[in-house]
């Protein structure tokens, strides 16, 4: 169901275009000129705005360009009487998602109406999509880079300055709540061990360590609302996750440490198969770096017996059946029998280094958040409540349902409390929200 604006002098047209859009459910409002029409924006969020082009007094193509100016999340479909092609590429150049000539069919309404909705839903993604990666890049890499400058300004390979870079890496490389700290100090932890026990000594065992924490540094340019996903992801969401290794290799290449070159070729090569049919290189066998091969299988036996967003932790000796049963095909055969047998060290290191409970929710009827500038900014209760649905993922209109409000009370509930958390998205409220304090780590 949608919020929309109907704006046409003509009454008949109000009433049928209302009627037909609330047969299909939408929430529906009108307005005779552009004023009242602006008016009616001010006061409300709408989803998408249905306008005729030859209003009385100022155009429609007025409020086409208000509204692209403004108010980007709003969808905007033009009508007119007359079918002139010359006005049509002029307002859909303004930002007009659909362009309707009267008198209109029911059915050419409902399908502009819903082609308008997907295409204002992309717009809306792609623009939190950049929005996340520029709030993700801002907060994460910074870390990041420190740990790598002192990595490269190091003159010692070993010892204490690699292990205190080693610190720093775990907090910098903590994108995302499914891959905690502890998951990167366990899989780096078991690769050195299978890299020491394989005879692999080209390079000391906190250097393979450092050079592990680093395999999947891409994912800081892989949207969290896919990274987070509960269920089945889209073949296009597994193509932008598949970009990782390369964004990682890239952004580890530029540096002039030897270790960020381990961590690189680690970065690139983990998620390649024994068989060749990993990703993204498409390498097989013994083509696949030592390093490599090696990180495939401790990563695997990680993410198995650890919990994930979409799957409890698998017991170990389910989790070691699943992984033999990829022997020589995901895994390097006597890399994989190496581990098996040294499963009893690896499950040492598993009780050392365990996730983290979250800590418990926080109680009270508000979160005090603090802007920038220092000044304290409260969320209400129901304010409270909206976030903590918004960290399930859900929409507005399941928000709305789950509280029993009216889906413009969300709406309003949602925008003062990105407001409130300086976010421009949900999803960076979300992540504002659990940095501060405000919400469990998820």
């Known amino acids: 169901m949608a919020h929309i604006l109907i704006v046409d002098d003509e009454p008949e047209v109000l009433v049928l275009f209302r009627e037909i859009l609330e047969i299909q459910s939408h929430s529906v409002e009108e307005a005779v000129n552009v004023a009242q029409a602006t008016d009616r924006l001010a006061d409300g969020a709408f989803d998408l705005v249905v306008c005729d082009v030859g209003l009385r007094g100022e155009s429609g193509l007025a409020l ?43 059915n050419d309404l409902v399908i502009s109406v819903s082609a308008g909705l997907r295409m204002r839903d992309l717009e809306h993604a792609r623009r939190s999509h950049l929005d996340e990666l520029e709030s993700k890049v801002l907060h994460r890499t910074v870390a990041l880079h420190d740990a790598v400058q002192r990595l490269e300004e190091s003159t010692e390979t070993a010892g204490i300055a690699l292990r205190e870079t080693a610190d720093r890496l775990v907090t910098a490389l903590t994108l995302r709540s499914d891959e905690t700290g502890g998951h990167i100090q366990r899989m780096s932890r078991y690769g050195a061990h299978l890299a020491l026990a394989s005879g692999f000594d080209t390079w000391s065992e906190d250097e393979i360590r450092v050079g592990m924490m680093l395999h999947d540094v891409g994912k800081i340019g892989v949207p969290d609302a896919i990274l987070l996903k509960p269920g ?101 055969p006597d890399l994989l029998d190496l581990f098996m047998k040294s499963i009893d060290d690896m499950l040492v290191i598993r009780e050392a280094h365990p996730d983290l409970a979250p800590p418990p929710p926080p109680t009270g009827g508000m979160f005090a958040g603090r802007r920038a500038d220092g000044v304290a ?66």
């Open 377 to 442: 900014r409260h969320l209400t209760a129901r304010e409270t409540a909206v976030l903590r649905l918004m960290t399930e993922g859900l929409s507005n209109q399941s928000i709305a349902a789950t509280l029993d409000l009216r889906l413009n009370t969300v709406r309003n509930h949602v925008q003062r409390t990105l407001n409130k958390l300086d976010a421009h998205s949900k999803l960076e409220a979300v992540a504002t929200a659990r940095r501060r304090g405000l919400l469990p780590p998820g």
């Open 64 to 106: 086409v360009r208000r509204v692209a100016e403004d108010l980007p999340d709003t969808a905007i479909i033009m009508v007119t009487a007359a079918d002139d092609p010359a006005l049509a590429e002029e307002a859909l150049g303004m930002g007009a998602c659909g362009y309707l000539v009267k008198p209109c069919r029911p």
């Open 232 to 332: 089945a992801l889209t073949g296009e969401e597994h193509g932008i996750i598949q970009r990782h290794p390369l964004l990682g290799a890239k952004l580890l290449g530029e540096g002039q440490s030897p270790i960020l070159a381990l961590g690189a070729q680690i970065a690139l090569s983990h998620h390649e198969r024994w068989d060749g049919d990993g990703y993204p290189s498409r390498l097989a066998g013994e083509s696949i770096p030592i390093v490599g091969r090696i990180a495939a299988i401790v990563d695997v036996f990680d993410a198995l017996t650890s919990d994930r967003v979409y799957r409890p932790a698998l017991p170990t000796e389910r989790a070691c059946e699943i992984m033999t049963s990829e022997r020589a095909r995901h895994f390097d």
